[in-house]
């Protein structure tokens, strides 16, 4: 029998493989550490209720968009809800260019921006930032007149380096640069610099946001690109129709239309960042190999540490997980609790190696 071969792109891919175990504390995955109140719980167990599951859902998300759009003052006819922001990258990735066209983004950066765009065959090249891991607006600019990209992405503020550039600075690149830019703005809601109020200002800016960090609804997969209306068109367009699942949209629509609740949930993970993040410090007076705290505008911490892999793994042998990447681990804000047994922890452990 003749034998099938995988396409040759994917024979070497394997499953994402996020950190699964059961760990007394999780810090790896940037998600908030608050659960939903029990009456937003019943809220949705209702419209869950009240779900004809016979039926395909509705393939705009209508409840869901026009929560989103109450709760950040944006139009209706500006937001495309999606499965995770994931798909949207996955979208943008595979229909916005012709074949072979270039996509440029910058390091470092969210994986999944050169894991689709490679995916898909497109040429994707990367800037480097500097040692600050600031991004670098001039130089964006003079990368994107020299490579003539058909696509520029990358995450402001960042993951996983927690800095971001300002919404002036992402103006001045939107007028200098020609090509679709894709700001994905999945921790904008614990800084202040968002360009959502001037998509309509632009015919190449398309925004992504996320349910999955500060609204704690990283369960139910939900995302939306915000951008002008032609391009708006084309999202809806190209989109599978039955995205996002009718289970997803009530929950959504549910915790998106809870502005008090977003608003204290933001404020309490901000205050759990910042014990986080002055912690780090004092310990780095006492810890050498605690080389560099990065500034923060997320829910995160990055730190650049000596025998970072092995701190890491010491943190999971007392089961506390954080992100590991080369010399750098990123924290997550945990709760109260959770921040001070996590410094705790990195105390005892420094101190030792
Ligand atoms: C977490 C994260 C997302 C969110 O993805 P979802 O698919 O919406 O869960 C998107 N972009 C960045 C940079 C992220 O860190």
Redesign the pocket.
């Known amino acids: 029998m003749p034998s099938y071969e995988l396409a040759a792109k994917i024979q070497a891919l394997k499953p994402y493989d996020p950190i699964m175990g059961n760990y007394r504390i999780r810090l790896d995955a ?1 998600e908030s550490f608050y659960e939903l109140p029990p009456e937003v719980i019943q809220k949705i167990q209702k419209k869950i209720g009240e779900t004809a599951f016979q039926r395909y859902p509705d393939p705009n998300a209508s409840q869901a968009c026009r929560a989103f759009c109450q709760l950040y003052g944006v139009s209706e006819d500006c937001v495309t809800a999606a499965n ?4 949207l ?1 996955s979208i943008l990735c595979s229909c916005f260019l012709e074949k072979g066209e270039k996509i440029l983004t910058v390091r470092p950066d ?1 994986s ?1 921006y050169s894991f689709y765009g490679s995916l898909y065959e497109t040429q994707i090249e990367t800037v480097s930032k500097g040692e600050s891991y600031q991004l670098d607006v001039d130089q964006l600019i003079s990368e994107c007149a020299a490579r003539n990209p058909r696509m520029l992405i990358f ?1 402001n503020p960042c ?1 996983p380096t927690s800095l971001g550039i300002t919404r002036q600075e992402m103006l001045r690149l939107l007028r200098s640069v020609s090509c679709l830019v894709v700001a ?1 703005e ?2 904008m809601d614990f800084w202040t610099e968002s360009v959502m109020e001037d998509v309509n200002d632009f015919d190449h800016l398309i925004i ?1 946001r ?4 500060a609204l704690g609804l ?1 369960a139910i ?3 939306f690109a915000v951008t002008n209306p032609k391009l708006t068109q084309a999202l809806r367009a190209v989109k599978s129709p039955y995205n996002t699942d009718s289970l997803s949209q009530a929950a959504a629509a549910a915790v998106l239309s809870e502005k008090e609740l977003y608003q204290e949930h933001v404020k309490g993970i901000l205050k759990s960042r910042d014990q986080l993040y002055t912690g780090i410090q004092e310990l780095q007076k006492l810890a050498p190999a605690l080389e560099r705290v990065y500034p923060t505008v997320t829910n995160f911490v990055m730190v650049k540490i000596a025998q970072a892999e092995a701190v890491w793994k010491e943190l999971l042998h007392r089961s506390i997980a954080v992100r590991w990447m080369g010399e750098h681990l990123r924290i997550t804000a945990g709760s109260p609790d959770e921040t001070r047994t996590v410094l705790a922890e990195l105390e005892t452990i420094l101190k030792n190696t």
Not at 84 to 87: A, I, K, N, Q, Y
């Open positions: 940037n995770g922001s994931d798909e990258i969210f999944m995450s993951n994905d999945a921790y992504l996320t349910c999955s960090k990283a997969r939900m995302g």
